[in-house]
């Protein structure tokens, strides 16, 4: 997808604050944290939202990958949260899946 933002940094068009990447997954700083940890958890592989995926071992791939995200920064003990904000009335505002990876403070619920 050339006009996929995350595609763009999958490609290294655009340079991500990269945390980490293997073949087949990527996971760099959010440009607008909103908790003292906040990664994004990226497929390298275009899927627009959950509502695409039907790849079982791609989502759980991710879901491992955030988890392992998580434990490298320290947050594995005190607790951290992984959200999929799917369409527009959840806020996805990019269009290529992703797991935002959240802590480092308190986490209240419910989120608003
Ligand atoms: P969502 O709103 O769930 O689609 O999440 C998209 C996230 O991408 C938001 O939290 C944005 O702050 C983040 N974002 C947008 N542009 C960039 C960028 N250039 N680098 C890093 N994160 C970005
Ligand atoms: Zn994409």
């Known amino acids: 997808m050339t006009d996929c933002l995350f595609c763009k940094m999958v490609s290294g068009e655009i340079a991500p604050d990269k ?34 995926a039907d790849d079982a071992s791609l989502l759980g791939g991710l879901l491992l990958f955030a988890r392992d995200v998580a434990r490298a920064e320290g947050l594995g003990d005190a607790g951290y949260r992984v959200v999929v904000n799917t369409n527009a009335g959840a806020g996805q505002t ?7 990876v959240l802590g480092g403070r308190a986490l209240t619920w419910p989120p608003g």
Request: charged share 10%.
């Open 19 to 52: 945390v980490f990447e293997n073949n087949d997954v990527l996971a760099f700083r959010d440009i607008n944290p909103q908790a003292p940890t906040h990664v994004l958890a990226i497929p390298k592989q275009h899927v627009p939202s959950l509502n695409h």
């Open 94 to 100: 990019v269009f290529h899946i992703h797991a935002h």
